[in-house]
Every structure is written in C-alpha cells, then in structure tokens.
C-alpha cells in the first residue's frame, strides 16, 4: 500500500512540476482516422469513440490541451511518421511499427478476424497464405491488416477501399469473399446497414495482429512532453 501510495504522489509531484512548463498545444497535432466504435465524428462534428474518451481522459490528466483531427488513415499515420510533435491513436503494435513510433499508452483491446457471408460455402483456411484460394479480398488502404494480408498471400486479389465500412459492403454485394473486421465494427456497421451478426461467420482470426490499440507519437515529439503523457498514464483507472 505504501509503495503504492509513493508511486502515485511521485506521479502527481512530477506533473506539477511539468505543468510550470509550457505546452505549446497549437504546435501538437493530435491524429485519428474514422474507425467507429473506436473514434468517429458525431452528428455536432466532434470526434467521439471508446478509445478518444480514454486519449481525452490522458490528455486531462497530463494537463494537455490540444484538438484531435480526424483524416482518413493513410494520410493521418504518414504525417505521425514525418511530423516532430504528432500523436496518433489508435492503432496496432507490431515488430514493424515498433521503431518508427514513441509508444505512449494503451488504449484498448480489440480482435480481428476474416469474415464471409454465412450464406456462402465455408471457406476453410489454415494459414493465411491459402487465401491466394479465394477471389477477392476487401482491405483498408495503408492498414497494418492490409499490410499482413499482402505479406502473407500476395496473390490474391484485392479490393482495396478507404474504411471497414465500404468493405463491407462489398462483402454483401457478392463483390468480395473475406474482409477483416473486429466483432465491435461488425455489430455497429450491422445497424447502419440493416444487417445482422448472423449473416456472416469467422474464417479465422488474426492473431498475428495481437490485441491492443495504442497511442503513440512521432519519435521527435518533445520528450517532456512525451514523459508527462506517459507518466499520467500510469494513474490507476486511467488508461486500459
């Protein structure tokens, strides 16, 4: 309990003492792309989801204030890469990413897997590699998901389109077999598409992806800044 009770004085003294630095929040660009439940804009054109409450509730604590900008992803994880004082939520942790990115928290938890209409044959998959089997993917442009599947079965063909959502709509138009897509996409793109659950099924989960959706920063964010965002973050409750 006392050391407990230390960490977390260490932890507010510490912030206090960053916050008699200033924070040029207009010089901090903080990015996210449309990926509902996750982030997307509401109907009064402000970005919402379960991972921007927990990046505000961070952002509160660490005494930051700065707006997050919403751009499709492709766009949005370029300029972190490039951009000194980006950060971006949420995405994926892989060997890949690891060292282009500062890793600062993490956010939330998600699984991705492959779906096919149920209405369909099964399609039954080992390895990824046997999709070079199936006729056409539906992917996101530039995602990490993408990316793997290319890796993995680089012969297969793709549609290639700019949010889960439009994938799939491909997938019940009959103009893709497979798209990825985590359980919380499907059950909320299945209300605003007047579909259901039950109308697809899981050829195989994509565990090569792991589970956890992060914040992370260009590699020349201030590092003060970076310390203090990292340091709220250990708060208990704070983030997940």
């Known amino acids: 309990m006392i050391n407990k009770l230390s960490r977390k004085l260490c932890v507010v003294m510490c912030l206090l003492t960053f916050n008699s630095l200033s924070v040029a929040a207009e010089e901090l660009l903080i990015l996210t792309e449309p990926l509902p439940p996750y982030q997307y804009l509401n109907?009064?054109?402000?970005?919402?989801?379960?991972?921007?409450?927990?990046?505000?509730?961070?952002?509160?604590?660490?005494?930051?204030?700065?707006?997050?900008?919403?751009?499709?992803?492709?766009?949005?994880?370029?300029?972190?890469?490039?951009?000194?004082?980006?950060?971006?939520?949420?995405?994926?942790?892989?060997?890949?990413?690891?060292?282009?990115?500062?890793?600062i928290a993490p956010l939330g938890a998600t699984e991705t897997y492959l779906y096919q209409l149920a209405s369909r044959p099964a399609i039954e998959i080992r390895e990824l590699n046997q999709l070079q089997k199936i006729h056409v993917v539906a992917v996101k442009r530039e995602d990490i998901t993408t990316r793997l599947l290319y890796k993995e079965a680089p012969n297969a063909t793709y549609i290639v389109q700019t949010n889960t959502k439009d994938n799939l709509?491909?997938?019940?138009?009959?103009?893709?077999?497979?798209?990825?897509?985590?359980?919380?996409?499907?059950?909320?793109?299945?209300?605003?598409?007047?579909?259901?659950?039950?109308?697809?099924?899981?050829?195989?989960?994509?565990?090569?992806?792991g589970k956890t959706l992060y914040l992370a920063a260009n590699k020349q964010t201030d590092p003060q800044l970076l310390q203090r965002l990292k340091m709220a973050a250990t708060a208990d409750s704070l983030i997940y």
């Open 43 to 103: 109907d009064k054109g402000e970005v919402v989801g379960t991972m921007t409450e927990q990046v505000n509730k961070l952002l509160a604590a660490s005494g930051v204030d700065a707006d997050i900008i919403m751009m499709p992803w492709a766009r949005a994880y370029e300029t972190a890469l490039k951009r000194p004082d980006t950060l971006i939520f949420s995405l994926l942790r892989n060997a890949e990413r690891e060292p282009l990115l500062e890793w």
């Open 169 to 209: 709509k491909m997938l019940l138009a009959g103009r893709a077999d497979v798209t990825p897509a985590s359980v919380e996409q499907m059950e909320l793109f299945c209300q605003e598409l007047h579909c259901s659950l039950s109308d697809f099924s899981t050829v195989t989960r994509l565990h090569q992806l």
